[in-house]
């Protein structure tokens, strides 16, 4: 079982649309996650730190769900501007060094 | 916010050559930088953890000695890609780590073709 997966869609949705991304983790002892966002050809930028109470910001609300071992990520009314590829990270426990999902591309259309 | 620089941002060069690469972390102090490849349509690959003032840990199958990590000071770390070969070519991206989450904050990539 990989460390971290994710569908790697691509996720085609109409501007204005609600769109979920889930990524499971193998290693249940995992406490640091993370969503980022990659533009093609360019590097990964920080989205969201996933925190265990949840947490949001504007459009995008990110869950944890340590009993299922997977995190959520949530884009309320969709932007042109939101197509990109969303990478979900896991940080094992002892560790630094971060542990990426493929990514799963969203496609926003007009 | 934190900012993390790389340079260069493309590299062409011809078979045989060696490529450096630099990674600064421009306002904060960075002990752990990490480098990372990416060819295309794959994800982020860690090479190597790198520490400052001591030598760089590894991923299996990553040749320590073609990859030479140097990090010299808590905002500098380099890379250099010994021997450039074709199959060497790819998107190598550097990150340092801030804050007690250990949030990362990415380089923004050197492109490097080996022709």
């Known amino acids: 079982r990989k460390e971290v997966e994710q569908d790697p869609g691509p996720f085609n949705v109409p501007e204005g649309a609600t769109v979920a991304f889930n990524c499971t983790y193998s290693n249940s002892a995992s406490q640091s996650f993370f969503w980022y966002r990659q533009d093609c050809r360019k590097e990964p930028k920080l989205l969201m730190s996933?925190?265990?109470s949840g947490n949001e910001d504007g459009r995008f609300t990110a869950q944890l769900n340590r009993a299922s071992q997977y995190i959520s990520l949530l884009i309320r009314d969709s932007k042109l501007s939101d197509s990109a590829t969303y990478l979900c990270?896991?940080?094992?426990?002892?560790?630094?060094?971060?542990?990426f999902g493929t990514g799963t591309r969203l496609l926003v259309s007009p | 916010g934190a900012v993390v620089s790389q340079h260069p941002s493309r590299v062409i060069c011809k078979s045989g050559t060696s490529v450096k690469i630099e990674c600064r972390s421009l306002d904060f102090q960075a002990t752990t930088m990490f480098w990372y490849r990416q060819f295309p349509k794959q994800s982020l690959m860690l090479m190597a953890t790198?520490?400052?003032?001591?030598?760089?840990?590894?991923e299996q199958g990553v040749e320590k000695d073609k990859f030479l990590i140097n990090h010299a000071s808590l905002t500098l770390s380099t890379l250099t890609v010994t021997s450039a070969h074709p199959e060497d070519s790819s998107f190598y991206i550097c990150s340092a780590t801030r804050g007690a989450y250990n949030e990362q904050f990415f380089g923004p990539g050197t492109r490097l073709t080996v022709l």
């Open positions: 990270v896991v940080i094992p426990p002892g560790f630094q060094k971060l542990v």
């Open positions: 790198s520490n400052e003032g001591s030598k760089a840990t590894y």
């Open positions: 996933v925190y265990s």
